[in-house]
């Protein structure tokens, strides 16, 4: 095989790679919260302690990227597509982080229902995994269009968050004695944002491989 033939097949890798990361942590999510739903502690407990298997991925990714910047020197789209990797597994790994965080939160919230606080707790994590998955669809898959839908749909997440907040103002009133719960639950939405916010930071690096610019500032 040619040099840019094996370069190639090895940027395919580098995509399957984080590809497979964010699979792992969009499954992740998913099982936390139907488990939350079936009222299984002990998965939510297994989640708790399963962030070491991401942490390697995201060792494992960035080590090929710098391995591949040492060895093959590429430049333009190709440079574009190894920076953009090493910035988005970050983004993937915080997102495990959140994960994790939150799995904590329920469990100090003795695993109870979120919409018994507030009714739009689910619709934001419904949204929030939307925006993960179709982030990580849009880099793997370079969909500049996908991207900036993904962009957009920020202010669902920060919208549903006021919301959040609101009903438990009006939950407080009713409930005084569960403030420190009420704390959690507020923790545990502000982590649903700053997911949707990673997403968000995912989908510009998939428009900064295209044109290497993030937002209007042209970097590479």
């Not at 983004?91 to 229902?113: F, K, Q, T, W």
Request: net charge negative; aromatic share 4%; with cysteine.
């Amino acid at each position: 095989m040619s040099p840019r033939t094996v370069f190639e097949h090895e940027l395919k890798e580098l995509k399957d790679n984080v590809e497979t990361m964010g699979l792992r942590v969009e499954a992740t999510y998913e099982e936390l919260f139907q488990a939350l739903e079936t009222g299984n502690r002990e998965e939510v407990c297994r989640i708790l302690k399963s962030d070491r298997a991401v942490n390697e991925m995201e060792r494992n990714i960035e080590s090929r990227c710098l391995s591949l910047i040492a060895k093959q020197q590429p430049v333009a789209r190709d440079l574009r597509t190894i920076t953009a990797s090493l910035k988005v597994v970050t983004d993937i790994e915080r997102v495990g982080d959140h994960i994790s965080d939150i799995a904590e939160l329920l469990l100090r919230l003795n695993m109870n229902p979120l919409s018994s606080y507030s009714g739009h707790l689910d619709p934001m994590v419904k949204a929030a995994k939307e925006m993960t998955r179709a982030a990580v669809e849009a880099f793997v898959g370079r969909n500049e269009n996908a991207a900036k839908a993904v962009i957009d749909s920020d202010d669902i997440v920060d919208d549903l968050f006021n919301k959040v907040k609101h009903d438990l103002i009006v939950y407080l009133k009713k409930e005084t004695k569960n403030a420190d719960e009420c704390i959690d639950v507020l923790m545990i939405a502000k982590y649903l944002e700053k997911i949707g916010d990673h997403a968000v930071n995912i989908a510009e690096w998939e428009l900064f491989q295209e044109t290497g610019e993030i937002g209007d500032v042209r970097l590479l």
